[in-house]
Every structure is written in C-alpha cells, then in structure tokens.
C-alpha cells in the first residue's frame, strides 16, 4: 500500500518562502499524479495543485497561481510543492494525495485521490 510523508512545513513571515516535500514510501509515486491541497482552521480542505505523471500536465488553485510551483523529482521519488511570496491566507496543514491513474483526474475534488499523507503545518504570520 503507497504510504506518503510531507515534511517542510513551518512558521514565516508574509513575503517568505518555504518548500514542501511529499515522499512516497515505494517507487510508484511516478507513475501517479500527485496533487497538494491544504485546511485552515475551520474551513473545508481545498485543491492548491497537481502534477501528472509525466509533469506535462500542471494545475494550480488561483489564490496561489504565480507564486507556488510544482514539480516531481523521479530520482528521490518525490513531488515538491515550492511556496513564495506567502500570505497569511496561506496558513493551514498541507496535505499531499495520490491520484487512481496518472492523471488529475477530479482534481480540484478529493474523490480520485486515494492515498494522503498525515499533513505538515505551515503559518504564515508576523
């Protein structure tokens, strides 16, 4: 069973950057696609990007269009989610879930996605 693990999560001020990681515990995350949503306190989880398998194909949320990027490292077996010019809208736990196939399919809906990670924590704030 594919089990994922996001790490890069943390506490910056608007303006800043991080870079979050989503590891796959076999060699398979390459052959899916892979999409990140995030939940802030009290609202419902939302889609913030997506990446096919072969990264020809690449989706982003509108709030973060411009200024987040996605991008898969098939070497490390990992998918990257690098976050600039932060907001405080941007604060909540981040997520990373496979999709069924190799494609977006559903995407910005979670019903396609089939395996999640536990979540990684990023606050934006001054």
């Known amino acids: 069973q594919l089990q994922l693990v996001e790490s890069g999560g943390g506490l910056v001020q608007p303006g800043g950057s991080l870079r979050l990681s989503c590891a796959a515990s076999?060699?398979?995350?390459?052959?899916?696609?892979i999409g990140w949503f995030r939940q802030a306190p009290g609202k419902e989880r939302e889609g913030v990007s997506c990446?096919?398998?072969?990264?020809?194909?690449?989706d982003y949320s509108d709030s973060v269009k411009g200024r987040f990027t996605i991008s898969r490292d098939n070497a490390k077996n990992t998918v990257t989610l690098q976050m600039n010019s932060l907001k405080p809208e941007d604060t909540g736990v981040y997520y990373c879930?496979?999709?069924?196939?190799?494609?977006?399919?559903?995407?910005?809906?979670?019903?396609?996605?089939?395996?999640w990670g536990r979540g990684t924590q990023v606050i934006v704030s001054s």
């Open positions: 076999d060699g398979t995350l390459r052959y899916l696609a």
């Open positions: 879930a496979a999709n069924v196939e190799r494609f977006c399919t559903g995407y910005p809906g979670t019903h396609f996605f089939n395996s």
């Open positions: 990446i096919s398998s072969t990264s020809g194909s690449l």
